[in-house]
């Protein structure tokens, strides 16, 4: 079974700093899909940002990035000029891909790392 | 284009009642999924239909909780008798069918449910 461990609950940027939020996962799969989704106190999930893994070249949304690490099994999320809007619930998220079938793997999400923005 | 929409937002109810939730994913999309989001916790899929048939229901407590996804459209996720440990956010999701899995999943704003 896939896992997805974010080991910091809790962190806090300067606004306009950057910050890195951190995510490791377990899984014997060699094709699947790394997300980071965004979930403000409304609860609604919003995509961030996708990695595949048979992509070597990091994704990058505006001002978020990924270091997707395959070998050690990290993906780390790092947010440049941090904003207040970008205070929210942050989680890491596994997708086993299933090329051509007929079902299609969960989310299989981590714990979640609160992110608070300071003025 | 409208997203997914649930409802009830939010619903209180006494231990040992009912209650149901329902779903309207965004059209055309033929995947739809139920997650439970326990305070201070991610996500943990209940299940998930493809059409009307259901793909994965593994981690659904089926003693209490049922789910049905009429013509393949809205979706109904019922709880039946409720527990205290039910109390949660249940996000509703749904996304197009592709030939690979990195497609988007979007996400409803959520039922939130307290038991008393």
């Known amino acids: 079974a896939q896992t997805v461990t974010q080991s910091q609950p809790e962190m806090s940027v300067q606004e306009a700093e950057t910050v890195t939020l951190s995510c490791t996962y377990d899984?014997?799969?060699?094709?699947?899909?790394l997300f980071w989704y965004k979930q403000p106190p409304s609860r609604q999930m919003i995509l961030v940002i996708r990695?595949?893994?048979?992509?070597?070249q990091n994704a990058t949304e505006n001002r978020f990035s990924v270091n997707f690490q395959k070998a050690a099994k990290s993906f780390s999320l790092k947010i440049s000029d941090s904003q207040l809007g970008d205070a929210a619930m942050y989680f890491c998220a596994y997708r086993r891909n299933n090329a051509g079938g007929t079902s299609y793997g969960k989310l299989t999400f981590g714990q979640g790392t609160i992110l608070t923005v300071h003025p | 284009e409208a997203g997914v929409a649930q409802s009830p937002r939010y619903k209180i109810i006494e231990k040992r009642q009912s209650v149901a939730f329902w779903c309207n994913p965004i059209s055309g999309h033929a995947t739809l999924y139920w997650y439970q989001q326990i305070l201070g916790q991610g996500p943990k899929l209940l299940i998930q239909f493809q059409n009307n048939g259901v793909v994965d229901d593994s981690q659904l407590p089926k003693d209490r909780f049922s789910a049905e996804r009429l013509k393949g459209v809205d979706s109904t996720l019922k709880i039946q008798p409720a527990k205290l440990e039910d109390s949660a956010v249940y996000l509703c999701?749904?996304?197009?069918?592709?030939?690979?899995?990195?497609?988007?999943?979007?996400f409803g704003e959520g039922s939130w449910l307290t038991v008393v």
């Open positions: 990695q595949e893994a048979y992509k070597q």
């Open positions: 999701a749904s996304s197009f069918i592709t030939a690979r899995s990195g497609n988007t999943i979007y």
């Open positions: 899984t014997s799969e060699s094709d699947y899909y």
